[in-house]
Every structure is written in structure tokens, then in C-alpha cells.
């Protein structure tokens, strides 16, 4: 009794200590999103004061109107939204693709090629610049929105994320719609992708989340506005030649913000849905 008496407390306490880390972590999240948030509404005094305040004395919107009038900021954003829109849709047909070559069919070295997609995922981004950087150059797309999309296009990440997933398929299904006859494009669109939806969706919101806050790339192929992304084209916010009003650069971080969060609120269920689902096969 006094065992079962212990162990029920111990139980209890790993509940309480759990929702003590779930408690900070949303703490440690949600607190630099309000601090963002807030500032955006603040003047310029309210800003700077010391100690400093998180609520706005005054509320003031004009933070907004100058974030999207002292820079093309509309510019910027569909830039974002085109960079974004053709790479995820690109990686999703890509990454889709070379999963099912890699479980479903059979062809020389293909676990070569997988280990060589997994070497590609422990391999910064930063250490190939240079060498992208020299390639778009000689071929003339510098200052281009194509410049920016084909170097981002590779997609190790989404087909070892769905491949892990199209292992889980219960191979029974995969052999019964051969025997009906069944062939590969048939195969994918009425039997692998139909079960594969909360996996795809995962692979989606990752996809555009990392897209549209890629910076460093689109920082060095952007040589003006015309074809800067929304996190360069931020950067102008910023005045250099004294102090930086962080009004509209909270203003402009939030309307940043906003498509992205309205997304993943929608889709997260299905997000973790899909990360989980290659976890256990059968």
C-alpha cells in the first residue's frame, strides 16, 4: 500500500515538475513576441526610457505606417512571397519524388545516395556560400529572384523526412495495389500520398517557415530593392548614421510575422502529426 502510496506521488511531482518546463518554455517564447508586439505600439520616449516598460503609455499605430511607407515594404513582401511560394512548391515535388525513388524503387548505389543526402543535412549552409555565390555570378543571375531560388532549392531535409514516412506504409497496401495493377505514378497519387497528409503538411509549414526567414543568401544576391526579401529589406529600417527608432522595426517585424504565425496556427496539429508518424513503423 505505502509502495502504491509512493509511487502515485512520484507520478504526481513528474506532472507538476512538467508543467513547471512546459510553463518556462512558453515563458521563454512567448515573452520576446510580446516585447516585439508592445514596441511596435510605443513612441519613441516610451522606447528609450529607463528602467524600461513593457506596457505603452500612449498606444500609437503610425509605427506601422512608417514601417511600410520609409522603405518599399510591400516591394519586400512580394519578394518574400514569391521566393517562398516557388521553393516550397519546388522542394515539395522534389522532396516527394526522391522519397518514393528511394522506397520504391530499385536502382544501383541507392543507399549511396541516401547516405550522400544525409552528409547534405550535416553540411552548413554557410560553407557552400562562396562556391553558389561564384556559380550565380559567372552565369549572370546576381540582383535576380531566380539567383536566390536555385541555390536554395536542394531538399535533403524533405526527402529524408518523407521517406522516413512512406517506410511506415504498411506493406501490404503497397503490394495489393501492384497486383491490382497499379503503377508507379498511380501508386503515388492514389495510395502514398492520400495516407501521407499530415507528413506533407509538415514538410510544408517547415519548408516555407525556413524559406521565408532565410537572410543570408538573399543578403548577398540582393544588390537593391527590387528584388530584397522581407528580412534584407528590414535591415533598411535601421538608421546607421545615429540612433535606430526600433518603432517600426518592431512594426515591420510583426507585419512580417503574421502570414507565417496565421499558418502554423492553422496546420500544427497536422505538423505534429506529421513529425511523429515515421517514428513507429507498422
Excluded at 545615429?242 to 517600426?248: D, E, F, K, Q, R
Aim: hydrophobic fraction near 55%.
Amino acid at each position: 500500500m505505502n509502495r502504491k502510496r509512493d509511487v502515485s506521488r512520484q507520478i504526481r511531482w513528474g506532472h507538476v515538475f512538467g508543467y513547471v518546463a512546459m510553463v518556462l518554455v512558453v515563458l521563454t517564447i512567448a515573452l520576446p513576441l510580446a516585447w516585439v508586439l508592445l514596441t511596435s505600439f510605443k513612441v519613441r520616449g516610451d522606447i528609450y526610457v529607463q528602467p524600461a516598460i513593457w506596457w505603452p503609455r500612449v498606444f500609437e499605430a503610425s509605427n506601422y505606417h512608417d514601417a511600410t511607407t520609409s522603405v518599399p515594404f510591400w516591394r519586400f513582401f512580394s519578394n518574400s512571397v514569391i521566393v517562398t511560394g516557388v521553393l516550397a512548391v519546388v522542394k515539395f515535388v522534389l522532396g516527394i519524388l526522391s522519397a518514393y525513388g528511394l522506397v520504391f524503387l530499385r536502382f544501383p548505389f541507392k543507399r549511396i545516395v541516401f547516405l550522400v543526402i544525409i552528409a547534405a543535412l550535416m553540411v552548413p549552409n554557410q560553407i557552400t556560400v562562396i562556391v553558389n555565390y561564384s556559380l550565380v555570378a559567372q552565369l549572370g543571375y546576381r540582383n535576380t529572384l531566380l539567383g536566390i531560388i536555385v541555390p536554395l532549392a536542394g531538399v535533403a531535409f524533405g526527402t529524408f523526412l518523407m521517406r522516413n514516412h512512406f517506410l511506415s506504409i504498411p506493406t501490404e497496401i503497397i503490394e495489393a495495389a501492384r497486383m491490382d495493377g497499379a503503377g508507379h505514378l498511380r501508386l503515388l497519387w492514389r495510395i502514398v500520398l492520400p495516407v501521407s497528409g499530415p507528413t506533407m503538411v509538415a514538410f510544408g509549414i517547415i519548408t516555407v517557415v525556413n524559406e521565408w526567414n532565410e537572410y543570408l543568401w538573399p543578403f548577398l544576391m540582393a544588390d537593391d530593392s527590387s528584388v530584397a526579401t522581407l528580412p534584407v529589406g528590414l535591415t533598411q529600417l535601421q538608421n546607421n548614421d545615429g540612433l535606430t527608432n526600433w518603432g517600426p522595426v518592431m512594426a515591420a517585424t510583426v507585419l512580417a510575422m503574421i502570414p507565417i504565425l496565421v499558418v502554423f496556427l492553422i496546420l500544427q496539429r497536422h505538423m505534429i502529426k506529421g513529425l511523429t508518424s515515421g517514428a513507429v513503423k507498422g
